[in-house]
């Protein structure tokens, strides 16, 4: 399950927009001024990274698809991006004039890009020694069968797993919509199973919990996440 927060998407969209918007003006002036392509070449090279950037950023924040890595983008992709801002730092400073402190500014911006992106691209390398994965059991796993997962007393419930797609806030939205939980108890709810691989929650009788199952796994085919939550009783109950 990965983060996913209103903020983080509208911020995402912005940048989409805004990746965009840069291409389009991008595209623009090159047809405009095709015969000074040579000419353009360090800018275009320069503008395309910012476009990458802006762009591969805001899809994953809008669409809370963190990489493997459990990043917003991965190793090469931020040393890429580091390589091109840092092209393009070097490429303003020598074109500025004598005496022209425009270039600066945008200089010292695209540098300081390129060193958090290679900031960045050293924390996702080291990022999988030092951060244990999420447990992630088969859909077909049985928590039943497996020590540390039954409450005591149990005897009906929902049996639900974690993977590593849905995304948390439709975890926490669930939980409010189909378990009565509020939202500080669907966050934590929600962080157990991401840490455990799962949780058993108890219910009054196993026709509730078929009926809350069905509605959950309902709502998380719709949207084509793979979410797992069934139904379980032990024996007698």
């Known amino acids: 399950m990965g983060p ?32 000074r392509l040579p000419v353009l070449a360090s800018t275009t090279a320069g503008a395309l990274a910012i476009i990458t950037f802006l762009v591969l950023l805001g899809y994953r924040l809008v669409f809370n698809r963190p990489n493997r890595h459990g990043s917003l983008l991965s190793p090469i992709t931020w040393t890429v991006l580091a390589a091109g801002f840092a092209f393009l730092a070097v490429v303003m400073a020598v074109n500025g004039r004598a005496g022209d402190l425009t270039p600066i500014a945008p200089a010292l911006a695209a540098a300081l890009l390129a060193y958090l992106c290679f900031l960045a691209a050293r924390g996702v390398r080291r990022e999988p020694s030092s951060t244990p994965p999420s447990p992630v059991f088969a859909p077909d796993a049985s928590l039943l069968e497996m020590g540390g997962f039954t409450p005591a007393g149990f005897r009906c419930g929902l049996e639900i797993l974690n993977d590593d797609r ?11 919509k189909n378990l009565g939980l509020n939202e500080p108890e669907a966050i934590r709810t929600m962080l157990e199973i991401h840490g455990k691989g799962g949780v058993i929650v108890a219910s009054a009788s196993f026709e509730e919990s078929k009926r809350v199952a069905d509605a959950v796994t309902a709502e998380a085919r719709l949207a084509n996440h793979p979410f797992v939550c069934r139904a379980v009783s032990v024996e007698g109950a």
Not at 4 to 24: C, E, N, T, Y
Not at 166 to 176: A, C, N, Y
């Open 4 to 35: 996913s927060r209103p903020l983080l998407k509208i911020v995402g969209a912005l940048l989409l927009v805004a990746g965009f918007a840069l291409a389009s003006l991008l595209t623009l002036i090159l047809v405009r001024h095709s015969a």
């Open 166 to 176: 849905t995304p948390m806030e439709f975890v926490v939205s669930v939980l409010q």
